[in-house]
């Protein structure tokens, strides 16, 4: 073996003993290879990370302030939104005129079929009278049209219980008085009759008249 192999030799082995002296002392072991790369990775990790500046906060405007002040949460805006509004003296009364005339409209429509088996009472006959004086006076004249045309000859003691009312404008009592006179006669006859008894009512001379001409005066009387 030459001079030169032998001091390589030596020279490597002098190399190994101090690497290997150096290990004993430390107590780690160099790492290789892949270990060597995720230790290199955990060292990265671990390091603190520099902190943000925080911003600093935005300040509010105070017209910005007022303006959510005077908003209502969409809470409250549904509330207000649900709650009615009060009604007005004008719509009140309008809302009691349509309940009466309603009232009025259905006792009409109770009496406009003709039933021989229930003929009308003089109960009835008063009831269906308060009802039409309830009734606001602007709105009178088209109730009892409808009552004129609706009620059939076997109610009509209905009609005839507006009529022997004197409270009422003469202008109604002629609408209820004409229709009454175009009647079946064994219908307008007892009615007429029963006006001649009362000179104060106010279509007391007409009735006068129809009766003193067609001969139907009480007691055979004749009207001078």
């Keep these: 073996m030459s001079k030169t192999r032998i001091a390589i030799i030596g ?7 101090a690497m290997l002296a150096i290990t004993l002392r430390d107590g780690v072991s160099v790492p290789d290879g892949e270990d060597a790369e995720e230790l290199k990775a955990e060292a990265k990790s671990a ?10 906060p935005a300040v509010k405007s105070r017209s910005a302030e007022n303006e959510g002040e005077d ?17 007005t003296e004008e719509e009140k009364r309008e809302e009691e005129e349509e309940k ?22 003089m ?19 088209e109730c009892v049209q409808r009552a004129l045309n609706l009620i059939p000859d076997e ?10 009312d004197k409270t009422q404008d003469k202008e109604l009592l002629d609408l209820v008085y004409n229709d009454i006179l175009n009647r079946d006669e064994d219908v307008k006859k007892p009615i007429l009759a029963e006006i001649y ?14 009766l003193d001409t067609t001969d139907s005066l009480p007691d055979g009387q004749k009207q001078e």
């Design 155 to 164: 109610n009509v003691m209905l009609l005839a219980g507006i009529l022997f």
């Design 197 to 210: 008894k009362d000179k104060e009512h106010p279509n007391w001379a007409d009735t006068a008249w129809i």
């Design 100 to 121: 009466r005339v309603d009232e009025f409209d259905a006792t009409v429509d109770k009496w406009m079929e003709a039933n021989d088996e229930r003929p009308v009472t």
């Design 71 to 87: 908003e209502p949460e969409a809470g409250e805006q549904g509330e207000e939104a649900s709650e009615p509004e009060a009604m």
């Design 11 to 17: 020279g490597v082995a002098v190399l190994v003993a």
């Design 47 to 56: 390091q603190p990370a520099k902190k943000r500046q925080a911003r600093p």
């Design 123 to 141: 109960a009835e006959v008063d009831s269906f009278r308060d009802k039409f004086r309830r009734i606001p006076q602007g709105r009178k004249e």
